[in-house]
């Protein structure tokens, strides 16, 4: 990891460098206009950047309204409630834009192993994609936080697994609980989660450079190609089975951008035991992230699982969704997770 980052402190001094050469090339050939219009390119290029990428007169509205079931697209992608049999809480948070569908096929064997498996669908999930568009971040994080106060002092143990958004929205929620005895969770698991979007000069990783303009993009396309996932797509090793949203939500991938600008930089606050799940060739959130995580969480207990799955064409993201990796990955979960607490 710090290779990485110092990687991109080459590139960007390097930019640096070329940048200031062409400037000082065009004063020579044309003059002090020339070095006017390349300040004036810079200056905006900057300009552009801090309103899309940082919190400038943005406001959060973490005011959120729980997805009615008869407005469901999906019996599965109902919120999943815990059966109460037993001492042991599994707090699972979906994606974005999943649903809590991807831990219906895990709750069987949960269930065997003595825990009590809870998920709850999140702000504009699983209904109509447009429902997503007033949704943001801080919403999110919310009804997590919500859910996850209310179950909590029911069981002796609990834990948190998220996957892909919801593994940072875990990391986000883990930071304001370890504080505190009484609602922090004994451990927690990531599965293919980001820690950044974008982040080139620190880390010279970039997920999509149009990112860097999607508060500005929002404004004028808040989403593009929305829609369900086709039904007769490629079921290739389980993953056409997954139940959520398809298109490029503008809006809200600014809201994320920010709230895991956030998370990032409180990742050392995660002091519990932490497993961080990715697979190797990740096409939705860049491998590296698993890296990132794991260097910066204040936890003096980390575990890595990296799964290979080059032999499949898919996006290799969700773990969960893969039969390849299904029982191998939530079992390794599991073991993680009663390792640290006492039996049930």
Known sequence: MARSI?????????FTAVYAMATGWAIALFGLAALAIGLGIALLALVTGL?????????????YIRTPRERLHWPEAAPLEPAGRHR??????????STPADFRRVA????????????????????????????EWS??????????????????????????????????????????????????????????L????????????????????GAVIPAMGIGYPDPNREREDGAGAWKGYSGTYTRQTHSLQLGMRETERRLPMVTCPALV????????????????????????????YIANMDEFGHNRHNLLAYDSQRDRVWNRILDFFESRVRPA
């Not at 042991?88 to 974005?96: D, Y």
């Not at 069987?108 to 003595?114: Q, Y």
């Not at 000069?201 to 993009?217: F, K």
């Not at 990132?292 to 980390?302: A, E, T, V, W």
Request: glycine fraction near 10%; charged fraction near 20%; aromatic fraction near 8%.
């Open 51 to 63: 309103w899309n990428t940082l919190p400038i007169l943005y406001k959060v509205h973490p005011e």
């Open 198 to 217: 974008n982040a080139w000069y620190r880390y010279g990783l970039i997920t999509s450079p149009l990112i860097y303009l999607s508060r500005m993009l």
């Open 108 to 135: 069987d064997e949960t269930d065997a192993r003595g825990w009590d498996l809870a998920a709850p669908l999140l702000p504009g999930c699983g209904s109509d994609p447009r429902d997503l568009l007033s949704t």
């Open 277 to 304: 799940c990715h697979a190797r060739g990740d096409k939705i959130v860049d491998y590296r992230n698993a890296g990132i995580i794991m260097s910066r969480l204040g936890s003096k207990d980390i575990e890595g």
């Open 88 to 97: 042991r809480l599994m707090f699972g948070v979906h994606g974005f834009p």
């Open 139 to 196: 919403q999110y994080l919310a009804m997590i936080r919500d859910t996850w106060l209310a179950l909590r002092p029911h069981y002796d143990h609990a834990c948190i697994v998220g996957i892909s958004m919801g593994g940072a929205l875990t990391l986000a929620l883990t930071e304001e609980l370890c504080a505190d005895p009484a609602t922090a969770p004994d451990a927690i698991a990531t599965i293919g989660a980001p820690a950044v």
């Open 6 to 14: 110092s990687r991109a402190r080459v590139i960007g001094v390097f």
